[in-house]
């Protein structure tokens, strides 16, 4: 698979993801049961409402940590990212390997690990890379394709925007009249904090969205299932600052020294 493919396949996670939210099918097991069993404030809230709720407090997002990942491809995301545009985090492909990623403004820095790198390159040129280039950050600005596609998966902006389910559906969507409804689950907890499933079930697809009770109720974990594919995101660390804190110039190499090899490596193999 080529680099700008991999970016490609990276990014498509993101809009996976806002489109659990908005309702589309993209289930993680769920939460473990909380004891206490107590839905708070949410109580007398409807499912509707609730989730209605949740997508408010979404939208109104300044920062937040995504989590994603889906059994239909090995793609993993961990970004914190804002409305600015910036990010830190990072990017898996399963055995094709894994990125760390930096984005401040318009400037990107990428550190692959040793797995990318023999993806990328065959035999002892890709071990080589990895070897060199080891403890290294490839920098760039969003200019360049490889870097652009990459880091698009850090705008908070787009996914917050595609979270939002549209005004006029498509021709031959169901009437607003034919869309299930949504029920409430059972309290649970999620990585320590107490949260309200809310369920939806249509046309084999099932559907659960888990939003904090306590304090704001932020949406934390949604997962979905659909012809045996199944999909998880996680939310965390709403309105926390993205760090600002980038490489030190001597801890960087440019990105050509990734596309030069690259492009070297196909030259050779078809001559």
């Known amino acids: 698979m080529t680099s700008r493919r991999r970016a490609a396949t990276a990014t498509a996670a993101l809009t996976c993801g806002a489109a659990l939210i908005a309702g589309a099918a993209c289930t993680g097991a769920a939460a473990a049961e909380d004891p206490d069993g107590g839905e708070g404030d949410l109580a007398n809230k409807s499912a509707q409402q609730i989730s209605d709720d949740s997508l408010h407090q979404l939208v109104a997002a300044k920062s937040l940590r995504l989590r994603t990942q889906t059994s239909a491809d090995p793609t993993k995301l961990d970004l914190t990212l804002d409305r ?8 898996s492909k399963g055995s094709l390997g894994r990125v760390e990623l930096i984005k401040r403004g318009n400037q990107v820095w990428m550190k692959p690990d040793a797995a990318f790198w023999k993806s990328q390159l065959p035999g002892n040129e890709g071990r080589d890379a990895a070897e060199k280039y080891k403890d290294t950050f490839l920098h760039g600005t969003t200019k360049n394709a490889f870097l652009g596609n990459l880091s698009a998966a850090c705008d908070l902006r787009a996914f917050q925007k595609s979270a939002i389910p549209p005004e006029n559906p498509p021709s031959g969507a169901p009437s607003p009249s034919a869309t299930p409804t949504l029920t409430k689950g059972r309290p649970t907890t999620h990585e320590g904090t107490r949260v309200l499933p809310v369920v939806k079930k249509a046309q084999g697809a099932v559907q659960t969205l888990y939003v904090a009770i306590d304090g704001k109720h932020y949406p934390l974990k949604l997962t979905a299932e659909v012809d045996h ?8 660390n709403y309105d926390t600052p993205v760090s600002s804190k980038t490489p030190a110039p001597g801890d960087t190499a440019d990105i050509s020294v990734l596309e030069d090899r690259i492009q070297g490596s196909e030259g050779s193999q078809s001559a």
Do not use: P, R
């Open 84 to 91: 600015a545009g910036n990010c830190t985090g990072a990017i």
């Open 229 to 236: 594919q199944t999909g998880t995101i996680l939310l965390s």
